[in-house]
T-cell receptor, first 113, second 111 residues
């Protein structure tokens, strides 16, 4: 069984600053994917960034990057130059042999002007 | 609009009534997923279709829940004899590859 743990229910950051959201996971799969999804208030969930477990290089998408530590089963999200539009719930998720996504409980990110 | 759509967006029903939700995936996507999200939680997997075949069902999907994807296009999720514990956001997602694209969800309130 897969589990995903997000230990930070809420985080806040000043506009233009950097923030890191934490995620740990557990899986028995040898091949899996990890994701960060963003869910703005009353809006649908969108994919922020994806990491294939077999790739050692950390994924990067513009201001978003991950720190993937496979041995530690850690997958944190770094948001640089935070913008007001980054305010949302952020969910870490894993996908192993099954097609389903397993989500953490989420981290609510507030961006202060 | 080429995104995933869900109908209705909101549903209020009385306990014991049946409800049905519809999901229209992105047209070329062969995989379709249903998730349930309660307040303060991440989405939880309910079931998954590849084309018209239902390939996986969660233990969360009790015998009051049924999902179909009759022609491998849209899908319906029916809840019979609704209970207050069924109140949640029901999310649909579709995919062709690894990335799942989510719809806006149907918020169900059972009174």
């Amino acid at each position: 069984a897969q589990t995903v743990t997000q230990s930070q229910p809420e985080m806040s950051v000043q506009e233009a600053e950097t923030v890191t959201l934490s995620c740990t996971y557990d899986t028995s799969e040898s091949d899996y994917y990890l994701f960060w999804y963003k869910q703005p208030p009353s809006r649908q969930m969108i994919l922020v960034i994806r990491q294939e477990a077999y790739k050692q290089q950390n994924a990067t998408e513009n201001r978003f990057s991950v720190n993937f530590q496979k041995a530690a089963k850690s997958f944190s999200l770094k948001i640089s130059d935070s913008q007001l539009g980054d305010a949302a719930m952020y969910f870490c998720a894993s996908q192993g042999g099954s097609e389903k996504l397993v989500f953490g409980k989420g981290t609510k990110l507030t961006v202060n002007p | 609009d080429t995104g995933v759509s869900q109908d209705p967006r909101h549903k209020i029903t009385k306990r014991g009534q049946n409800v049905t939700f519809r999901c229209d995936p992105i047209s070329e996507h062969n995989r379709l997923y249903w998730y349930r999200q309660t307040l303060g939680q991440g989405p939880e997997f309910l079931t998954y279709f590849q084309n018209e075949a239902q390939l996986e069902k969660s233990r969360l999907l009790s015998d009051r829940f049924s999902a179909e994807r009759p022609k491998g296009s849209f899908s319906t999720l029916e809840i019979q004899r609704t209970e207050q514990g069924d109140s949640a956001m029901y999310l649909c997602a579709s995919s062709e590859g690894t990335e799942q694209f989510f719809g806006p969800g149907t918020r169900l309130t059972v009174l």
